[in-house]
T-cell receptor, first 112, second 113 residues
């Protein structure tokens, strides 16, 4: 029972580089989400997806791009990383029939 | 402006006591509220969900109350144990099945043996 996995778990990159964070879930959940978590802030929604090929912006989408060609994968790309994108990123998923989200273990990203 | 407030100071209690965590919100009318547990270096884990028409929900040693007049939820852990030490997040949703879950910053709980 793999559940929801994220890779890499840790990433250090430099300003201006492109970075892709991966998220994979084995439950065939329809909905998937990307959040960032910073000290003093709650989890903030970056993007979400209701199904394959359907994505929409959350609260803080600027500087990020997502895609969802397959139900089980939801990659998040930072097209040109900035220091302000240093954060812990969590992917989550849920079914269409429940309101409870299941979170991955997170990716700690540092942008130098 | 819309806000969710959880006590940013850590809560320290003795093993066996009841821990009570508070979640206050302003300018929201949530359809339901959830509580999650988060351990260091891990993702949040769902604990309880309570809907706007429910006053109280229980699960084992956990109890959640939801007062839409006071705009407040209380989360209780009875007979607390050191293993309950973690950060607890509250989260609001404006509608069932929605995509706009709003999370509080969390309260850190330490239970001393």
């Amino acid at each position: 029972d793999a559940g929801i996995t994220q890779s890499p778990r840790y990433k250090i990159t430099e300003t201006g580089r492109q970075v892709t964070l991966m998220c994979h879930q084995t439950w065939s959940h329809s909905y998937m989400f990307w959040y960032r978590q910073d000290l003093g802030h709650g989890l903030r929604l970056i993007y979400y997806s209701a199904a394959a090929d359907i994505t929409d912006k959350g609260e803080v989408p600027d500087g990020y791009v997502v895609s969802r060609s397959k139900t089980e994968n939801f990659p998040l790309t930072l097209e040109s990383a900035t220091r302000s994108q240093t954060s812990v990123y969590f992917c989550a998923s849920r079914t269409a029939n429940t309101d409870t989200q299941y979170f991955g273990p997170g990716t700690r990203l540092t942008v130098l | 402006s819309q806000k969710i407030e959880q006590n940013s100071e850590a809560l320290n209690i003795q093993e066996g006591k009841t821990a009570t965590l508070t979640c206050n919100y302003t300018n929201y009318s949530p359809a339901y509220l959830q509580w999650y547990r988060q351990d260091p270096g891990r993702g949040p884990v769902f604990l309880l969900l309570i809907r706007e028409n429910e006053k109280e929900k229980r699960k084992e040693r956990l109890k959640v109350t939801f007062d839409t007049t006071l705009k407040q939820s209380l989360f209780h852990i009875t007979a607390s144990q050191p293993a309950d030490s973690a950060t607890y997040l509250c989260a609001l949703d404006m509608s069932t099945g929605g995509f706009k879950t709003i999370f509080g910053a969390g309260t850190r709980l330490f239970v001393k043996a």
